[in-house]
């Protein structure tokens, strides 16, 4: 029973152009929603978080939006640089699940140079 | 620079043996996990700790055993390893003081049981 879905395996973008990555979640209790990002041989990095109660959050090239009717978030990277060819996965908090961090399958991003 | 370490990094072992993955962290974290991650499929947490003495099984059964008698540090334990168990194995801790604080993780031990 996924909580958290990210139904788009890889994306190719172009270089200077946005990148659109989408996830879908079916717990309302949700709180917060995180993106991480994970390069090869690597652990997963924090990105950018935006809580329920917001419907945008912004920090420089990253903007996460939030529709909560839809129950569905997604991560602009505008513009897109190859540094940016890495896997993003999308993950929930709900404090009544003791806090615990759900995550995503990922999804895989090529930028094109 | 990391700031929570993983030992080893990759791992290839035998059926039946017992194996340790260390997990250390330097940031004074009380929460600390495990997740075990497949590839091209979503990170399940396996083990978790809110602090020292403190250990509760995740969302996906495992048979491995945590300790946590340190706050920094977070060993798991395969008491006998199959084919099964190989996967990518990830420590991560976070920050208490906040519920929204975002996970640290390690750089993870790839496992292969052969």
């Known amino acids: 029973d996924q909580q958290v879905k990210q139904n788009s395996p890889s994306l190719s973008v172009q270089e200077g152009r946005i990148s659109i990555l989408n996830c879908d979640y079916t717990n309302s209790m949700f709180d917060y929603f995180l993106w991480y990002k994970k390069y090869p041989a690597e652990g997963p990095t924090f990105l950018i978080s935006i809580s329920s109660i917001k419907d945008k959050n912004e920090d420089g090239r990253f903007t996460v939006f939030l529709n909560k009717s839809a129950k569905h978030l997604s991560l602009h990277i505008v513009p897109s640089q190859p540094g940016d060819s890495a896997v993003y996965f999308c993950a929930a908090i709900f404090r009544t699940g003791g806090f615990k961090t759900i995550f995503g399958a990922g999804t895989r991003l090529f930028v094109k140079a | 620079e990391a700031d929570i370490y993983q030992t080893p990094r990759y791992l290839v072992i035998g059926t039946g043996k017992k194996i340790t993955l260390e997990c250390s962290q330097t940031m004074g974290h009380d929460k600390m996990y495990w997740y075990q991650q497949d590839p091209g499929m979503e990170l399940h947490l396996i083990h978790y700790s809110y602090g020292v003495n403190s250990t509760e099984k995740g969302d996906l059964s495992s048979e491995s055993t945590v300790s946590r008698i340190r706050t920094e540090h977070f060993p798991l334990t395969l008491e006998s390893a199959r084919p099964s168990h190989t996967s990518q194995y990830l420590c991560?801790?976070?920050?208490?003081?906040?519920?929204?604080?975002?996970?640290?993780f390690g750089n993870g031990t790839r496992l292969t049981v052969t």
């Open positions: 991560a801790s976070s920050d208490s003081r906040s519920i929204n604080s975002p996970l640290h």
